[in-house]
């Protein structure tokens, strides 16, 4: 089953060019044992929160377009893995080895099987 892990930390928060360092290697980690795993099935590294934008839209057509995450609270996703996993046990191990994990927060929520207009293949039961 394929789980989506959803990476959020505080992008304001000022970390040390040491502690940036150890973040860089522990990612690295994590991404070549998923590699060599076979778990991994893709990611995206995202630009700060202050370039997003963010679109909320009503029955009747009414549109507003905000700057910026519409996500509350200091924490901003940054990043998004999809990972083959046998489980959402097998995924959680997963994420726990992701170093935002240690200072944010990581998601762990399974992927919808159906592709989307046929443009997304279907994850592997």
């Known amino acids: ?14 970390i040390s ?6 973040r860089a290697v522990g990612l690295a980690a994590v991404s070549a044992r998923l590699s060599a795993d076979g778990a ?17 839209c009503w029955d009747g057509g ?5 700057p910026g995450s519409g996500a509350a ?8 893995f999809v990972v083959d996993c046998p489980d959402a046990d097998a995924a ?3 994420a726990t080895g992701i170093p ?10 399974p992927v919808v099987a159906e592709p989307v207009n046929g443009r997304l293949r279907a994850p592997r039961s």
């Open 73 to 80: 609270g200091g924490e901003k996703l940054t990043a998004c």
């Open 17 to 22: 060019a040491g502690e940036r360092s150890r």
């Open 100 to 109: 935002a994990a240690w200072y944010g927060s990581v998601e762990v929520r």
């Open 62 to 66: 009414d549109v507003m377009v905000s």
């Open 40 to 56: 991994f099935a893709g990611g995206l590294r995202l630009q700060p929160a202050s370039t997003a934008a963010t679109v909320r």
């Open 1 to 14: 089953m394929r789980y989506a892990l959803l990476v959020s930390y505080d992008q304001n928060a000022e």
């Open 92 to 94: 959680i191990q997963v």
